[in-house]
């Protein structure tokens, strides 16, 4: 069965993590991406490698998992040569997408308005860090700057004194990419239904729009209300006094009893059914309304002292089975390579992994793109080009004859052939 984006080429210009991760998606659901690499190095993630990993070539892990199932072009935009060669191709694209600051590309002849003059149909992609648009638009932006500005570093750590607390992953750079290529797939989706002529789009997707639809109930209640969020640390998002992070004897365990069903069930396992009744531990009356809600302490320090008590003497491990048995949802704190070896030696949850192929015969491993399609067939494994691989094909399909092929191979070096 053809996968959704088959017979759809992409033009990708963009680097590092956000762009590429969006072309990843549309590689993977079919589409042709075909990324465009400086001659010299190319992308910065193909040099992001181990030392002790030598035989990655120049696709290592970090850049395999992000361009699996790529064309690479490696063409020179500073020169006119190389700026010719992409409107060129170009003309043969669906979609184009770059993330570089705004104002780069179009010095080039390669910003969104020259390119619609060639193909008045291409939906065509901007990431960056601030948007298209205002006064801070050309400053550089990275992952964790962007927390910073947006108020992310504040939401996490526990009371208002806390130092800021950045996400420990670069959140920001995905969710773009993620965002980005939904943009993308819902314009190309688009196209099918106008006239030629009628079927571009031009899409300014930032880090700062990402971070705060990372943030969507929160930065709504401040647009709606103006109520700043509180850094709750580690609890959860809906205040209930029992949806917390506990200390236990043998490590630590998330709670979310945020309803009264779900509190009295918690309490039923370890021995607090006195709190369900305790007007200083909690507001009765919500606790006790037909319909219920999230639950209210009238004291919570008083009734964390409870909790905290409770499970300190308790494993963690077998809280999270008990409670989890009485339809209260509970997690073991883990690690990430833990929780990924536990899931993929048991039967707790169906992780359709993917893994592309590395140069030297090694493998890059991922957790796929997030969700699986029941109809679409496996996921596709095609492994990372290495730099300028796909140059003979793509510039012969341009009419560029041998010598012009051989003169831009020596830019770039026989390896890459």
Known sequence: MAKPLEGVRVLDMSHVIAGPLASLYLAQLGAEVIKIEAPLGG???????????????????????????KLSLAVDIRTPEGADTVRA????????????????????????????????????????????????????????????????????GDGDDAPPVKVGFPVVDVAVGMLGALSIVAAVHRRSREPEGQRGQYIDASMVQA???????????????????????????????????????????????NTPAQ?????????????????????????????????IARDLPYVQQCFQDAFAT??????????NAVGVPAARVRKLGEF?????????????TTSYRQQGGAKVRTPGLGFSYRFDGAPITTGAPSLGQDNPAL??????????????????????Y
């Not at 992001?48 to 035989?55: P, V, W």
């Not at 990924?340 to 992780?351: P, Q, R, S």
Request: proline content about 4%.
């Open 43 to 69: 992308d910065v993630m193909r040099s992001s490698k181990g030392a002790a990993l030598t035989d990655e070539g120049d696709t290592p892990a970090g850049f395999a998992a992000l361009n699996a199932g």
């Open 89 to 156: 191709l170009a003309r043969t694209v669906d979609v184009f997408i770059e993330n570089f600051r705004p104002g780069v590309v179009a010095k080039y002849g390669l910003g969104y308005d020259a390119i619609r003059e060639i193909n008045p149909d291409v939906v065509y992609c901007s990431i960056s860090g601030y948007g298209q648009e205002g006064e801070w638009s050309r400053r550089g932006a990275y992952d964790h700057v962007v927390q910073a500005l947006t108020g992310m570093m504040m939401m996490s």
């Open 211 to 257: 971070s705060l639809m990372l943030m969507y109930p929160n930065a709504s209640s401040f647009l709606t209300h103006r109520t700043e969020p509180k850094r709750v640390g580690n609890r959860g998002y809906t205040g209930s006094p029992t949806a917390d992070t506990y200390r236990c004897a043998d490590g630590w365990l998330a709670t979310a009893a």
């Open 263 to 295: 509190f009295r069930k918690l309490v039923a396992v370890i021995g607090l059914e006195a709190l369900c009744s305790d007007d200083r531990a909690l507001d009765l009356a919500s606790f006790n309304a037909p319909g219920g809600g999230f639950v």
């Open 314 to 323: 308790r494993s963690a491990a077998d809280m999270e089975v008990q409670l």
């Open 340 to 352: 990924l070896d536990e899931v993929e030696a048991g039967n707790g949850i169906a992780l359709r």
């Open 395 to 416: 510039l012969a399909e341009l009419g560029f004859g041998p010598d012009a092929i051989r003169s831009m191979r020596g830019e770039i070096g026989a390896a890459a």
